[in-house]
């Protein structure tokens, strides 16, 4: 099992910054892909960005040229800086990690409020 504990949310005027982190322990070695979702009230789950191992990363439109996922390997963490950010950014920001075998891990979630 992958134990996935989130970090750096909170709240930020629109056109600020935030950094997210997620640190991963237990079975480590069986991750490829690392990314962050986000849930806003009354909306499905949404993936925002991911990175493989390998160092590819995926973004979803409304975040691209904003947001930069990166991940240190070595550190078992993967981290998510968020710049200008929006009012329509504001959501539960959940950590994923996918094993090889395509199993999923879930973080618990970390809050991020965009005020105007």
């Known amino acids: 099992q992958v134990q996935l504990v989130e970090s750096g949310g909170g709240l930020v005027q629109a056109g600020g910054s935030l950094r997210l982190s997620c640190a991963a322990s237990g079975r480590i070695a069986s991750i490829n892909t690392m990314g962050w979702y986000r849930q806003a009230p009354g909306k499905q789950r949404e993936l925002v960005a991911a990175i493989t191992k390998g160092g590819s990363t995926n973004y979803a439109d409304s975040v691209k040229g904003r947001f930069t996922i990166s991940r240190d390997n070595a550190k078992n963490t993967v981290f998510l800086q968020m710049n200008s950010l929006k009012l329509e950014d504001t959501a539960v920001y959940y950590c994923?990690?996918?094993?090889?075998?395509?199993?999923?891990?879930w973080g618990q979630g970390t809050q991020v409020t965009v005020s105007s």
């Open positions: 994923n990690a996918e094993s090889w075998l395509r199993l999923q891990a």
